[in-house]
């Protein structure tokens, strides 16, 4: 019979080198500060602070002697809960702003927020998913939708549509209709041989035409007035106003 080997005997680990597992693990510092604060068994409007800074500060102190790596955001949290418990111990400052009450408060509104997305999160979680509670039919029927236009107009919508159609088809044409005027050149010879006849002043409605055309009328008046102008510049007739829209009364020069 061979004599059995003697078995190695592992050299003892140090402390520092040992496994250690942690099975509980947070989302971020915001999740274990809501861990901590259940751990009160009050409302999270009613949570000592102080005392969740605490477990907080314990938490990361412990975590440090166990050697475990801690993330950047989970120090900061720390560092900032330090700050807090600070300014809830010491003498209040009236210049900082804001106050510590108004932080611990945003706290534990952060807190309570997130304490309802993860509610939120475990109800949608927990409701039936198709496959595993709620199963779907194999060969779903289809539903067949029949569509029958039904027309109601009236003979006026009838004629506008109709009209609408036809004006877009053809083209649109204006027509100027020619009116009756009096020409400027007109109303200077005219001007020329009347004023020509008569020596003493005379009213400028003397000189217009007798027609019974009110358009006519009015054109020749204005045609009659712009030439008197353009003769009283020359220098062969002369105008005279007794007062403001008084009759206007013109003469050979």
């Known amino acids: 019979m061979d004599e059995e080997e003697p078995f190695e005997v592992a050299p003892p680990v140090a402390e520092s080198d040992r496994l250690t ?19 009160q068994k009050v ?22 002697r166990l050697k475990l790596e801690i993330a950047a955001d989970y120090l900061v949290m720390a560092a900032w809960l330090a700050y807090l418990k600070s300014c809830l111990l010491l003498p ?31 109800r949608l979680v927990a409701r039936d998913r198709i496959g595993r509670d709620v199963f779907l039919r194999g060969a779903p029927e289809g539903l067949t939708v029949v569509r029958r236009s039904a027309w ?19 083209p649109a044409i204006h027509v100027v209709a020619r009116r009756p005027v009096m020409t ?29 055309d009110a358009d006519y009328r009015k054109s020749a008046l204005a045609s009659s007035f712009v030439a008197t102008l353009e003769l009283a510049r020359l220098g062969r007739v002369a105008i005279a106003q007794e007062a403001n829209f008084a009759p206007l009364y013109v003469r050979a020069a």
């Open 92 to 122: 209040k400052d009236p210049t900082v702003d804001p106050s510590p009450e108004e932080l611990a408060t945003r706290l534990q509104l952060r807190l309570q927020r997130l304490q309802a997305m993860r509610e939120a999160g475990a």
């Open 43 to 64: 409302d999270l409007a009613k949570i000592s602070i102080l005392a969740l800074v605490e477990q907080y500060l314990a938490f990361i102190a412990d975590a440090k």
């Open 21 to 39: 597992l942690d099975l509980d693990g947070w989302e971020g510092p915001l999740d274990l500060l809501l861990t901590l604060a259940r751990a």
């Open 184 to 212: 400027l050149d007109e109303a200077i010879t005219r001007l020329e041989r009347l004023i020509g006849a008569k020596l003493d002043w005379t009213e400028l409605g003397a000189f217009l035409p007798e027609t019974q």
């Open 152 to 170: 109601q107009a009236d003979l006026y919508d009838l004629i506008s549509a109709y009209g609408i159609v036809r004006a877009r088809g053809e």
